[in-house]
Structure formats: structure tokens, C-alpha cells
């Protein structure tokens, strides 16, 4: 089987390209530091963060990063990275959207969405969804609407709202972003597969 054929197989997602040693020591230190790299990148990104008027939740790049980790890493690799984001955001590490830690937040629902967002747009890229522009914007709004699907009742339990504000504070304003991401993601990880394959 010719490289470029290997490369086009669903059944890898753009981490398994990564060169690295056969020993299980080294796959175990690369899952490793993939799975670190991943926390940190989402870390940093939720950094960008800008207030919405009327809601306790920003947009930030933090969704964006969660779906790319979880699409570049694998549905395994992805999770245990958005895990260890939470757990470390949990434990008092500042980088939860706008600089916040802990789990008694409005938007912590929307971090324990990104676990398993992640989780699934791995799965979708596994099995080759994220090689064409169309597939990669369905895996990336699959993704999405996961993380709204936890995001949204926690945040109406948390802060009290009815699911109709919750809605209007948490998903609204969030919806155009949202298009926005999945039409980056249709030129980026497509074109990324271009770029492996030859």
C-alpha cells in the first residue's frame, strides 16, 4: 500500500501522522504530551474570551480548540486531554474562559460538554470525517451541539433560569460564531489531509 493511500484510510486521525518510535514507551510519552498539548491549547484559548451582554457565558476560542483537539487527536486521546482541561481548571488552575477555575460556575457545563464533544468528533474523524469540507462541518456541528446539550440545562440549574432563558443566555448569541467555527474547520483539517498525503 503506497504512503498517500495509508494516509487517506479513515481508521487515523492527524495525530497517528506523528512520527514516533515503535516502543510502547515511546507511544505512551507521545499520547502523553499530545494529551497535555491538548489541555494547554484549550487553556490558552479559552483565554480569548468576550463578554455577551445579558449572559454569564463569553464566547471564547475554547470550543473551537476543544473540537480541533478531539478531531486531531482521537476520540480516547481527546477526551483524557478536555479530562485533564476540566480537572486541572477544577483544581484551581486559572485558565477556564476569562481566566476562572473551579466547578461552581455558570459555564462549567459547557467544560464537561467538551469531554464528550471531543469524545465524538474524534470518533467522526476516526472513521474519516473530517477529509471533506461537507463531513467536517457535520462532525464539527455534532460537536458543538453536544456541548450545548450539557452546557445550556447546567447553566439553567446553576443559575436558576427557566430553559427558555437559558437558551437565549447560552445558545443564541452563540449560533453565528458557531457557523463561523465550522466553516474554519472546513478549510483547515480537509486541507490538512491534502498536506499529509503528499
Do not use: H, N
Not at 445579558?54 to 480541533?68: D, E, I, K, M
Not at 478536555?82 to 457545563?109: N, Q, R
Not at 432563558?165 to 458557531?178: E, S, W
Amino acid at each position: 500500500m503506497s504512503t498517500a493511500a495509508a494516509v487517506a484510510r479513515p481508521g487515523k486521525v492527524l495525530a497517528d501522522l506523528l512520527p514516533a518510535s515503535r516502543t510502547r514507551s515511546a507511544v505512551v510519552a507521545k499520547s502523553a504530551a499530545l494529551v497535555v498539548g491538548g489541555a494547554v491549547l484549550t487553556g490558552i484559548a479559552a483565554q480569548i474570551a468576550i463578554p455577551v451582554p445579558g449572559s454569564p457565558v463569553p464566547v471564547t476560542g475554547q470550543t473551537f480548540a476543544a473540537l480541533l483537539v478531539g478531531t486531531a487527536l482521537g476520540a480516547r486521546r481527546g477526551f483524557l486531554s478536555l479530562a485533564l482541561y476540566a480537572l486541572a481548571g477544577m483544581a484551581g488552575m486559572p485558565w477556564f474562559a476569562e481566566g476562572g477555575s473551579g466547578w461552581a460556575t455558570a459555564s462549567f457545563g459547557y467544560v464537561i460538554g467538551l469531554m464528550l464533544a471531543a469524545s465524538a468528533v474524534g470518533a467522526l474523524a476516526r472513521r474519516g470525517d473530517d477529509r471533506s469540507v461537507w463531513r467536517t462541518a457535520r462532525a464539527f456541528l455534532i460537536g458543538e451541539a453536544i456541548v450545548y446539550a450539557v452546557g445550556v440545562p447546567y447553566l439553567a440549574l446553576s443559575t436558576g433560569m427557566g430553559l427558555s432563558a437559558a437558551l437565549a443566555a447560552g445558545l443564541t448569541p452563540f449560533l453565528i460564531g458557531d457557523v463561523l467555527k465550522a466553516v474554519l474547520a472546513m478549510g483547515a483539517l480537509p486541507a490538512a489531509w491534502k498536506f499529509a498525503d503528499k
